[in-house]
């Protein structure tokens, strides 16, 4: 990006103009309007400025519900080159499509790595915040473009030092651990790490740690992805039921699935916040200055 030619230019999917504005801001991009809408028959139309010749560009979309947003990334990606951009990007604060990674059972479709394909072909990068890898060690086992992962920890982190007085940063089960220990350590907080066993979607038990001499502090319960809520939830009952206050939970996604936000009210939630790597009342903690230098790299 050394010239005019090659400045970076980024366009917002629809939803996602507000993080794509800090974005431009701090990487001294330019703002290229999307003109998007819907036919009467639900299909796409799209159109960009005819002047992208030379240019390298970016789109930016966090893809929760990525069944309705797909098409119209796939189909912007396309436009962006047919009018001459030379190299588009993307930038996805949220991945979809990374938990069937395996067939469970006989004849499942592996979308983690169709997935992988379709963005891999119409993208030469991904910038991208904690993708939920599980069995994959890095996105470089089923994606072919260049990408970097960003790490939301350290907003997080900054954000329960300045909020929550007394935090105690507790983890929701074993897979937890990792987030826990990233965001506390940086603000010498404690952190503890439940345990949970999984019986289906919406049924989990869990088993509290050792809280001696912590009874004065205000937990926070820390993961990546709120989607339906029943781990925090049921967290949140084993922690009053052992005398600790309220929880605030904070999270890297939130997506909440139907009556998630319902469930984690009535189990006795103090406040809920989350990153904006998804567009919601919740999301709080901003990601942008983060995301800034990842972007600057590939782009």
Known sequence: MNDDRNTLSLIAMPGNEPLTHALSQQLGAKDVKLDARRFPDGESYLRLPHDLKGQHVALVASLDRPDDKLPALLFAADLARDLGAERVGLVCPYL?????????????????????????????WLVTVDPHLHRYHSLDEIYTLESEVVAAAPALSEWIEASVDQALVIGPDDESEQWVRAVAEPADLPWRVMSKTRFGDRDVRLDVPDLSGLGDHTPVLVDDIISSGATVAEATRHLLEAGLPAPVVVAVHGLFGDRSRELLRHAGVARVVCTNSVNAPESDIGLSRLLVPAIARLA
């Open 96 to 124: 979809p499509y990374m938990r069937q990674d395996v067939r469970f059972h006989p004849g499942e479709a592996l979308t983690s790595r169709t997935f992988a394909r379709w963005l891999s072909a119409y993208f030469d």
